[in-house]
């Protein structure tokens, strides 16, 4: 098992830029595929992006794709999603989350472990 603490959230301007961390402890790290959902208020869970365990794939939703940037390092067990050119849009609590799996995947049901979320507000 693992779990997963992320950090980084806080409340930016439209145009502004966040990195998110998640640092995880209690398991081997690279066997993981990480990726990082978000929700929010009033709607489901979204999938923001993926990366795979060795870092050579990585997935992103389309809203994102562009401006967001998913990347892991292995030697520290930390997974990170650099946020730029930040909309209203993009405020959500984001949350990271680990598949003990090769291959990267969209469906938040298909993850095992969740960090508990940390919130963005980005203010127009």
């Known amino acids: 098992q693992v779990q997963l603490v992320e950090s980084g959230g806080g409340l930016v301007q439209a145009g502004g830029s966040l990195r998110l961390s998640c640092a995880a402890s209690?398991?081997?790290?690279?066997?993981?595929?990480l990726a990082w959902f978000r929700q929010a208020p009033g709607k489901g869970r979204e999938f923001v992006a993926a990366?795979?365990?060795?870092?050579?794939?990585?997935a992103y939703a389309d809203s994102v794709k562009d401006r967001f940037t998913i990347s892991r390092d292995n030697a520290k067990n930390t997974v990170y999603l650099q946020m730029n050119s930040l909309k209203p849009e993009d405020t959500a609590v984001y949350y990271c989350?680990?598949?003990?799996?090769?291959?990267?995947?969209?469906?938040?049901?298909?993850?095992?472990?969740w960090g508990q979320g940390t919130q963005v507000t980005v203010s127009s």
């Open positions: 989350a680990a598949r003990n799996r090769v291959v990267v995947d969209r469906n938040p049901a298909n993850y095992d472990y």
């Open positions: 990366i795979s365990r060795r870092g050579g794939d990585t």
């Open positions: 209690g398991g081997t790290f690279s066997n993981y595929v």
